[in-house]
C-alpha cells in the first residue's frame, strides 16, 4: 500500500471574466490535479447587487458571502491524497475565512475591468445564442447585470481586487494568453515546491 500523496492547494482567483476557468483547467490538466469550482457552491448571485453591496460594506471584507459546502469540498478532495495538486477557481481567495487555511498558494489574475466586463457578456451572449429555449432568460439577467454593474458590481469588483490581490502570492496578467500564463504560474510553484 502507497502512502498517501502531500496535497498543495492552489487558488486561481480574479474578477468575473479575468480567465479563472480557463487557467484554473489549464493548470489541472498540465499538473493532473484535481479542481474544485467556486460556481458550484456560490450562493451570492442569488441576493441582489444592492444586498451583496450593504453586506460588504458592513464586513468591510468578503466574510459574509455564503459559500455552503466550499471549504469542505476543499479539504476533503485536498484529503484523499490522491494528487499533488489541487486547483480552486475561486473569486474569494484567502478571504473566504473557512477556505485561508486550507490555500497553500494564491493566484491572481490582474484583468482590467471593462475586458472582464466584455468577456462576461460574450460568454452569456454565446450561450445565449446556443441554447436559444433561454434567450429572454439569458438577456434578462445580462441587461441585469449591466444595469446593476455601474451602481454597485464594479465597486464590489474593485474592493475584491484590493483585499484579494494584496493577499496573493503572485499576480499574472489577465491580457496574456492562456499559454503565458499558464507558463508563469508552473515556473512560480514549481519553483515555490
Not at 465597486?155 to 496574456?176: K, N, P, W
Amino acid at each position: 500500500m502507497t502512502a498517501p500523496i502531500e496535497t498543495r492547494v492552489l487558488a486561481v482567483t480574479g474578477p468575473p471574466g479575468s480567465g479563472k476557468t480557463t487557467l484554473t483547467t489549464a493548470l489541472a490538466k498540465r499538473l493532473s490535479a484535481a479542481t474544485v469550482f467556486y460556481d458550484d457552491f456560490e450562493q451570492t448571485t442569488r441576493k441582489s447587487p444592492q444586498a451583496v453591496k450593504e453586506s460588504l460594506q458592513k464586513h468591510g471584507d468578503f466574510r459574509s458571502l455564503e459559500v455552503p459546502g466550499f471549504a469542505e469540498a476543499i479539504r476533503g478532495a485536498r484529503d484523499t491524497g490522491d494528487h499533488r495538486w489541487l486547483i480552486v477557481e475561486t473569486q474569494l481567495g484567502r478571504s473566504h475565512l473557512p477556505s485561508r487555511p486550507l490555500i497553500d498558494t494564491q493566484i491572481w489574475i490582474e484583468a482590467p475591468l471593462d475586458i472582464a466586463l466584455a468577456r462576461v457578456l460574450l460568454k452569456f451572449s454565446e450561450e445565449a445564442v446556443r441554447t436559444s429555449d433561454q434567450l429572454q432568460a439569458r438577456f434578462h439577467w445580462q441587461a441585469g447585470y449591466l444595469r446593476n454593474y455601474t451602481e454597485s458590481v464594479r465597486e464590489t469588483l474593485c474592493l475584491q481586487r484590493r483585499i484579494i490581490a494584496a493577499d496573493s502570492d503572485l499576480i499574472v496578467d489577465g491580457q496574456l494568453t492562456t499559454a503565458e500564463q499558464l507558463e508563469a504560474c508552473l515556473t512560480f510553484v514549481e519553483g515555490d515546491s
